[in-house]
């Protein structure tokens, strides 16, 4: 029987959106707001879901203690209250666009969780603007 356990997290980071190879016009046509030079800021929201078999032994797809530690250590304490472009290694080259965080998210989790399970991260930028990645 699979299941989906799901743990919800948060964190506040800054980025700003731009090319650097393109033009100050370029940037701005594309990315607007968001390619502010001074950075700007979301109070993101994230779904941690895992899919798998139940375990007969303890009833559990994943202990959701050690799911939340997961989350802390490759997410939160790397990513909250962080410039995203400036401090954190993984967007040096990568625009931190909301669809690029969250893929860094699964590939960081990925590394850490039973391989047999599935993952999804449900990322939201703002309450209305949100992506999904399963690895897909």
């Known amino acids: 029987m699979r299941v989906t356990v799901s743990r919800r997290a948060h964190f506040n980071a800054a980025h700003r ?34 899919t798998g078999e139940v375990d007969p032994e303890t009833g559990y797809v994943v202990d959701v203690k050690i799911l939340k530690d997961y989350i802390k250590s490759e997410v939160e304490d790397a ?26 998210i699964y590939n960081k989790l990925k590394l850490v969780l039973d391989p ?16 999904s990645y399963s690895g897909k």
Do not use: M
């Not at 502010?36 to 895992?50: C, D, K, M, Q, T």
């Not at 990513?79 to 860094?104: G, R, W």
């Not at 399970?117 to 992506?131: A, G, H, I, Q, S």
């Open 17 to 50: 959106l731009y090319r650097p190879h393109w033009s100050p016009e370029k940037n701005e046509a594309i990315f607007g707001k968001c390619n502010n030079p001074h950075f700007h800021g979301h109070n993101y929201e994230l779904i941690v879901s895992v």
């Open 79 to 104: 990513f909250d209250h962080k410039n995203l472009n400036l401090e954190v290694p993984e967007f040096k080259a990568k625009n931190p666009t909301a669809e690029n965080i969250a893929i860094v």
């Open 116 to 131: 047999h399970l599935d993952l999804e991260v449900t990322l939201y930028e703002t309450p209305r603007n949100f992506v």
